[in-house]
């Protein structure tokens, strides 16, 4: 996924008008589908509709037989934790206020890698994680992990 900048200052990363002031994600026709998805709350993969190969990211064609035949279904939203990394640097200002988090590396239960935040207690790795939803502007909603209960 690429990503673009909010502007306005370093709050937390809400802006001076309660808007967002963290990077967000560059929304193209290749991953439209996963952001429509996540902003009805769902986790939602890349499935291959000739081989049923699921994927994540995204891409034009089928990573195992190259077909161009894709759709977006939603899948089950857990994983486990396969690695995580705590930051107590703000690469970009609005994640000031935010300091320290953490960001982590999910093995989702359908099999690809998803690279998001994590939030609540620090789990140990292998350890069983749930998608939550993070609605932080009208078009965004960011997928989040935690622990599952």
């Not at 000031?96 to 998001?116: F, T």
């Not at 749930?130 to 209960?149: G, I, N, S």
Request: charged content about 20%; proline content about 11%.
């Amino acid at each position: 996924m690429s990503y673009g900048t909010a502007s306005g200052p370093a709050t937390g990363g809400v802006g001076p008008a309660g808007g967002y002031d963290k990077p967000l994600p560059k929304i193209t026709p290749l991953n439209k589908g996963f952001w429509d998805y996540a902003r009805q709350h769902q986790l939602a993969l890349q499935v291959c509709t000739k081989c049923g190969d699921i994927h994540f990211p995204p891409g034009p064609v089928c990573p195992k037989c190259l077909s161009d035949a894709q759709e977006w279904r939603p899948v089950s939203g857990r994983g486990r934790l396969e690695s995580w990394v705590e930051f107590h640097r703000a690469y970009w200002p609005g994640f000031a206020a935010s300091l320290p988090y953490r960001v982590c590396l999910v093995k989702l239960a359908e099999g690809p890698l998803l690279a998001s935040t994590l939030v609540g207690e620090t789990p140990e790795i292998g350890a069983p994680l749930q998608v939550v939803f993070d609605a932080v502007t009208d078009e965004v909603t960011l997928p989040k992990f935690r622990r599952a209960d």
